[in-house]
């Protein structure tokens, strides 16, 4: 740990020196984290300590030019490419996770669950993993062990297609409207529990809405890529995904059942619905950003 202080706090000094805005210094259970902006740009560096020694973090806007410099400074080798993947596995996390964005039909479901020491080997031991690779039959049956298993400690926000479409006309960005769905998944759940680490999935390259909130100060949200090799994620995969397998499975629309996906077939299903049904009605069964409507 001293090791870890000792890290960051010359990180610090270089990034003063070079003209950079440090936020307060902060102690968390695996790690020291600061703040650190110049004009726009906010980025946040993270020391982990542990058995595998200490590890330096930058998360930020992968495009910026703030964070490249931060790499020149902050790492002894320029050209070093962190992988997420490396990070510590906290004892206790919120994970969480997305299904349905890719739909033309359909929700967007966010799901997040609260997982410990001791669910975590139940969960491993039921078979959980990455939703992609389950059947539907698996999902269903793993999905009623996860909410058993995790004692209610989960948190699942639909977003069906009205509001959907609501929502991306507010937001106009699909990124900005998983931030804000993941958020309040999250936040439902940090309400209610308390812990100090939330892993995300990673969609993007902003942070979630809720990082910013004051009340979530002493909250590490990590965003990484293939979150689900993480089993709350995964936990949190398939909660979202057998919550959209049920809408699909209760939505016929003139008799007809809807398609997941965006495939040639489901677009031309999408073609002949929109030319049939009342906007009002599409609207509460489709995602209007999609491509597919503006070639109508």
Same mark, same amino acid.
């Given at each position: ?13 270089? @990034? ?11 102690? =968390?259970?695996? $790690? ?22 200490? =590890? ?6 992968? *495009? ?34 997305? @299904? ?24 491993? =031991? ?10 539907? /039959?698996?999902? /269903?049956? #793993? ?16 977003? $069906? ?11 106009? $960005? ?14 439902? #759940?940090?309400?209610?529990?308390? @812990?100090?680490?939330?892993?995300? !999935? ?42 959209? $397998? !049920? ?12 398609? *997941? ?9 999408? =073609? ?6 009342? *906007? ?17």
């Amino acid at each position: 740990m001293e090791e870890a202080k000792n890290k960051i706090e010359s990180i610090i000094k270089i @990034c003063a020196s070079h003209d950079f805005l440090i936020s307060p210094l902060i102690k =968390k259970e695996y $790690n020291f984290e600061v703040k650190v902006s110049k004009n726009s740009s906010n980025t946040k560096i993270l020391v982990y300590f542990g058995k595998k020694g200490v =590890k330096t973090v930058l998360q930020g806007d992968e *495009k910026s030019s703030q964070l490249n410099e931060l790499r020149s400074l902050v790492y002894d080798e320029p050209e070093l490419i962190f992988s997420n993947s490396e990070i510590i596995d906290p004892s206790q996390y919120i994970g969480s996770d997305e @299904c349905g964005k890719g739909d033309i039909f359909g929700p967007l479901v966010v799901s997040a669950v609260f997982v410990n020491e001791e669910s975590k080997q139940k969960l491993k =031991k039921i078979g959980v993993k990455d939703s992609k690779e389950l059947s539907e /039959t698996q999902i /269903t049956s #793993l999905a009623n062990k996860i909410k058993k298993i995790s004692m209610n400690n989960y948190s699942i926000v639909r977003i $069906n297609p009205s509001e959907y479409n609501r929502l991306y006309t507010k937001y106009s $960005n699909l990124n900005k409207l998983l931030g804000y769905v993941h958020s309040k998944a999250i936040s439902d #759940l940090l309400d209610n529990i308390e @812990c100090n680490y939330v892993i995300t !999935d990673k969609f993007s390259s902003r942070e979630l809405e809720i990082s910013s909130v004051a009340k979530y100060a002493n909250v590490n949200f990590l965003q990484i890529e293939k979150g689900e090799s993480y089993i709350g994620v995964a936990a949190a995969s398939i909660l979202a995904r057998d919550n959209i $397998n !049920d809408w699909f499975n209760n939505t016929v629309v003139n008799g007809i059942s809807l398609g *997941k996906g965006a495939s040639i077939e489901v677009q031309r299903l999408a =073609k002949m619905l929109y030319d049939k049904l009342s *906007k009002e009605k599409i609207e509460s069964i489709a995602k209007l950003h999609f491509k597919t409507f503006k070639n109508f």
